[in-house]
């Protein structure tokens, strides 16, 4: 296993200090992250820990033909245990390469025997990552082939005329949630699909890491520390028809902050649900548990440590 620049974000709540929240003016809906003053690069992967690494893939492959560039297995390996926290960690990594992103997808073999649970709604930490593709040729339809199950109540997507996009929400098969979107029209342009993506055929990828937290406001103030950049925008989701239905919850209430990673299509969500309310506390989640977490890539990352540490990330 080789030493990289990548900082991981497992997104357990006891890294986070205690900020003030953002005003109308912290706002630019033209600040991407490849602005930032400091040496974060961008985000470099999302990573997936499951129990079982060959459904894993063979679920992600079939639904979204991202190309496998590597695999692993790593044990007794002292750099591994430091990194994860663990003594003795022995996993299998699979990497797949999106049209924009990474997606890491491993198996920890402390986890193999963990009772599967499907991801809460409304829960906290990194919940999801969103799958985006041309109305014109749905990758919803790919996931559900492959085994997804739909959250939403109509079983099919729900569309917002102001944004000329389809939603759906699914579990795969271990329970994690995944946002699947499908656009149209201007949207689909400013996604970066138009050009090299369509022509070469690659109709589906990944678009946002999603925090849920019960605190929208503050979160956004840390990471607005954490990257040294203005978030784009924040929204508000009451609408009954749309969020009960996208969601399968009664009455549910939202609000939403975004951070844009470049100019097309990577962005950082952060939602709040006001109703059903997201949890306050909950587990401390260690690097190789199952779900999501995500990795920065820095161009130096002693600095970024010291910087990090001092903003109030908590490292293990």
Same mark, same amino acid.
């Given at each position: 296993m080789t030493v990289s620049r990548h900082l991981v974000f497992i997104l357990t709540w006891c890294i986070l200090v205690f900020v003030s929240g953002v005003s109308a $003016? $912290?706002? $630019?809906?033209?600040a991407t992250l490849r602005e930032t003053p400091t040496d974060i690069i961008g985000i470099n992967?999302?990573?997936?820990?499951? #129990?079982?690494l060959d459904r894993a893939l063979a679920f992600y492959q079939g639904a979204t033909g991202f190309r496998l560039i590597a695999r692993e297995t790593v044990k007794v390996d002292k750099t591994a245990d430091q990194l994860f926290a663990r003594?003795?960690? %022995?996993? %299998?990594?699979?990497? =797949? #390469? &999106?049209?924009?992103?990474? =997606? !890491?997808?491993s198996a920890f073999k402390h986890n193999e025997m963990v009772a599967h649970e499907d991801m809460p709604v409304n829960g906290r930490g990194m919940s999801h990552t969103c799958y985006q593709s041309p109305a014109s040729v749905p990758g919803y339809e790919k996931f559900i !082939?492959? *085994?997804a199950r739909v959250i939403n109540r109509m079983g099919k997507p729900v569309y917002s005329s102001r944004y000329g996009v389809s939603y759906i929400y699914a579990y795969d098969p271990d329970g994690n949630l995944m !946002?699947?979107?499908? =656009?149209? *029209? %201007?949207?689909?342009?400013? &996604?970066?699909?138009l050009g090299a993506?369509?022509?070469? *055929?690659?109709?589906?990828?990944?678009?946002?890491?999603s925090l849920f937290t019960h605190d929208r406001d503050r979160l956004m103030a840390f990471y607005q520390k954490i990257f040294a950049i203005k978030p784009n925008r924040v929204a508000e989701i009451a609408n009954k028809a749309f969020g009960d239905n996208l969601f399968d919850l009664d009455d549910a209430h939202v609000k939403i902050g975004w951070f844009l990673l470049?100019?097309?299509?990577?962005?950082? %969500?952060?939602?709040?649900?006001l109703n059903p309310a997201t949890p306050t506390s909950g587990k401390h989640r260690y690097p190789g548990d199952l779900g999501y977490s995500f990795s920065l890539e820095v161009a130096d990352? #002693?600095? !970024?440590?010291? #910087?990090l540490k001092n903003l109030g990330v908590e490292f293990f």
């Open positions: $003016d $912290d706002f $630019d809906k033209n992967h999302i990573s997936l820990s499951v #129990r079982n003594d003795n960690v %022995e996993y %299998e990594k699979a990497t =797949l #390469r &999106a049209p924009n992103w990474l =997606l !890491e997808i !082939e492959q *085994g !946002e699947l979107e499908q =656009l149209q *029209g %201007e949207v689909l342009d400013k &996604a970066g699909y993506w369509q022509q070469q *055929g690659q109709n589906i990828w990944m678009s946002q890491v470049n100019h097309k299509s990577k962005v950082l %969500e952060i939602l709040q649900f990352i #002693r600095k !970024e440590y010291v #910087r």
